[in-house]
């Protein structure tokens, strides 16, 4: 049965340094009607990432800013309670963007059904998703990894970060993980296949700990954070190297320049490559992506760790907590239960 009235959640105010639950505001709004080749769906799982912090901002990106007073969007999974389309049944649990709300409106093609048999279906926001195919495309279409190369990840307990050093691992490279506590730094090497950890918190000198990490220097560098743990890795790249850029999260909260050393000269004199990307840069491949990461999976080669977090009153500090490394692997929230599929 579907109620009279959801709650929905806007974005009030544009952040300055890390967001708080100041910056968002709940409210309760009615629950719209799908017209021809829409479907209604029920959220039942909200993906909350990293990325979504710069939307926050009014600024030219590769993608529109959040409004304000509007609802914030993101990665969902839901529960489709009505349809007019001929493709989609009450019942059907799909994948897609769709707003932080209870219940949402959405065109048939912007949603596309879960497949139960490959995963469980929060998997679908995670390493089945876009975050395992921005771990795959960054990696293998940018990094190009080589048997017995050496690939450096930072923010590597992350839902990316640790999805690429399992690719590594599967290419035959020495991988090395960069996070910020001590059991992260066990699930790496101990869960994952890791063959070494840095904690970026309580090291006394990372130039130290990596150059006794990397013996024969770093062929991969896939960033996720940027910052002084960036600056210290590019010291050592070889020569050839290749850097993924996927992120930049030590920055996203600043209120300063975030100014530091300049990159020209080490990639000058190593020949080395260094990209930004987006994942979307890849969608014409997505399939080749998914069959790749479905398989691995399946075949035990992959596995995943997902933090869950239940309560659609929870979204925001779920959030906030990106920035304060609260999560390992993906970071998700759990809003309802299904209606029809038990």
Sequence with gaps: MIPNSQKQILLSSRPEGVPANRNF??????????NENEVLIRT???????????RMQNVKSYVEPFQLNEVITGGVIGEVVESKSDEFHQGDIVTGM?????????????????????????????????????AYFGLIEIGAPKEGETVVVSGAAGAVGSVVGQIAKLKGCRVVGICGTDEKVQYLVNDLGFDTAINYKTTENINHDLEKACPNGVDIYFDNVG???????????????????????SSYNRTDNDLGPRVQTK???????????????????????????????????????????????MIPDAFIGLFEG????????????PQYNK
């Design 326 to 337: 609260k999560n390992l692997g993906k970071q998700l929230v759990k809003v309802a239960d």
């Design 98 to 134: 769709a707003g932080w709300q209870e219940y949402s409106v959405v065109h048939k093609n912007t949603v596309r059904k879960v497949n139960p048999e490959q995963g469980p279906v929060t998997t679908s926001l995670g390493i089945l998703g876009l975050t395992g195919l921005t």
């Design 267 to 313: 990639l000058i004199k190593s020949s080395a490559l260094m990209k930004g990307f987006v994942v979307n840069d890849y969608a014409n491949q997505f399939k080749e992506g998914a069959l790749h990461l479905g398989q691995w999976l399946q075949q035990g080669k992959l596995t995943y760790e997902e933090t869950i977090v239940e309560g659609f009153e």
């Design 227 to 249: 910052g002084p743990i960036s600056d210290a890795v590019l010291n050592f790249i070889n020569h050839n190297a290749r850097i993924p850029i996927c992120g930049a999260i």
């Design 25 to 34: 505001k709940f409210i309760d709004t009615s629950i719209p009607k799908p």
């Design 44 to 54: 039942l799982y909200l993906s909350v990432d990293p990325y979504m912090r710069g």
